[in-house]
């Protein structure tokens, strides 16, 4: 059996997932592009560096443009982290992403237990290199860090990366922002764009522009005390309501 074969099944069970989730009353900010200038939002583009729906993941899935369910996963993914890297955290479009999100994985799982999904095919395409992922899949895009000598220094791109799995979606929107603007070449998409990270590449940025994103990193950081966030978390979720929302 040839791997295209193999995967089919698997496939044939995404799309089947794909037209449950688009089938949702509650799915219609996710089912077609985000209308961004009838909308108004015009730093859309700048904060999300690629796009994705439901419809374009159902579009690709008839066209036969996934090579494996785990493909077809990662776009999916992109759906939800775009809307969670773009809206405030605990705004209503932030939990309706992560709810579905959920909701999706869970049904995965059951797909990756019965199918091949081709995850090791999707994780031996990866850009190779001394790069390392320190990106969280909650915040929409994955950020890497080289590893390469050079200011600054290992020990502090090491610390910025790992403080960046605790950023907000919003946060990690406003330093994309920040380096779309000051050191656009510091953002690179690997593998032509075809599993839709982003990659930030320490090297590329100026000693001033880096020492200002870890600086606002850390002051972002620093203001989340651990125990003071547990605490009041059911707190943040119910105020959410009285905040301005941005949409999708």
């Not at 037209?19 to 583009?45: I, K, T």
């Not at 994705?52 to 066209?63: C, H, I, N, W, Y």
Request: net charge negative; proline share 3%; with cysteine.
């Amino acid at each position: 059996m040839d791997d295209d074969s193999r995967y089919e099944d698997a496939l044939r069970r995404m799309a089947k997932l794909v037209n449950n989730l688009m089938s949702r009353g509650d799915c219609g900010p996710f089912r077609e592009p985000v209308d961004w200038r009838d909308l108004g939002l015009w730093d859309y583009p700048k904060v999300i560096k690629k796009m994705m729906d439901l419809g374009t993941v159902k579009r690709k899935l008839e066209r036969t443009k996934y090579t494996t369910a785990a493909e077809c996963a990662e776009d999916i993914r992109l759906i939800w982290d775009n809307c969670k890297t773009y809206n405030a955290d605990g705004s209503d479009f932030y939990l309706l992403a992560d709810s579905f999100s959920r909701r999706f994985e869970d049904r995965y799982r059951k797909i990756q237990a019965e199918y091949d999904t081709g995850e090791d095919d999707v994780g031996s395409s990866g850009k190779g290199g001394s790069s390392a992922t320190v990106g969280s899949p909650t915040t929409g895009s994955t950020v890497t860090t080289s590893k390469s000598g050079g200011a600054p220094s290992l020990e502090s791109k090491t610390r910025f990366g790992a403080n960046l799995f605790r950023l907000s979606g919003t946060e990690l929107g406003h330093l994309m922002q920040v380096i779309d603007l000051k050191c656009p070449q510091a953002l690179e998409q690997p593998g032509g764009g075809a599993v839709g990270d982003v990659e930030i590449n320490v090297d590329l940025m100026d000693s001033r522009t880096f020492t200002e994103l870890d600086r606002y990193v850390r002051d972002k950081v620093g203001a989340k005390q651990p125990s003071e966030t547990d605490e009041n978390d059911e707190n943040q979720d119910s105020s959410a309501s009285g905040d301005k929302k941005r949409k999708r």
